[in-house]
């Protein structure tokens, strides 16, 4: 059973910094190409950051230069640190592969974990 739990989110100021963690069962991180996603309120899902079999990783403009994702195979996990948080980074971050997961047709979501920047 495919089971991506994600966690670490929280309330930040700006210019703070946040650590996320996928823990993911069911799957291999170190097979696939892993990536973590956000969606603001309002807005479409977008991919922010991917981490491919190879450990070439691709980021979003937004993003660039700011986040970081790693993989820890041995753990079956994938980290996503920000730094010089933004208020327009505000949203709910979810990791999932790159494509993400389709089960039984439909496609899969952990919960995701809120991600606010503010003062």
Do not use: H
Not at 15 to 28: E, N, P
Request: hydrophobic share 35%.
């Amino acid at each position: 059973q495919v089971q991506l739990v994600e966690s670490g989110g929280g309330l930040v100021q700006p210019g703070g910094s946040l650590r996320l963690s996928c823990a993911a069962s069911g799957i291999s991180v170190s097979s696939n190409a892993m990536g973590w996603y956000r969606q603001a309120p309002g807005k479409q899902r977008e991919l922010v950051a991917r981490v491919r079999s190879g450990a070439t990783t691709i980021y979003a403009d937004s993003v660039k230069g700011r986040f970081t994702i790693s993989r820890n195979n041995a753990k079956n996990t994938v980290d996503l640190q920000m730094n010089s948080l933004k208020p327009e980074d505000t949203a709910v971050y979810y990791c999932n592969t790159d494509p993400p997961l389709y089960v039984l047709g439909f496609p899969y979501w952990g919960q995701g974990t809120q991600v606010t920047v503010s003062s």
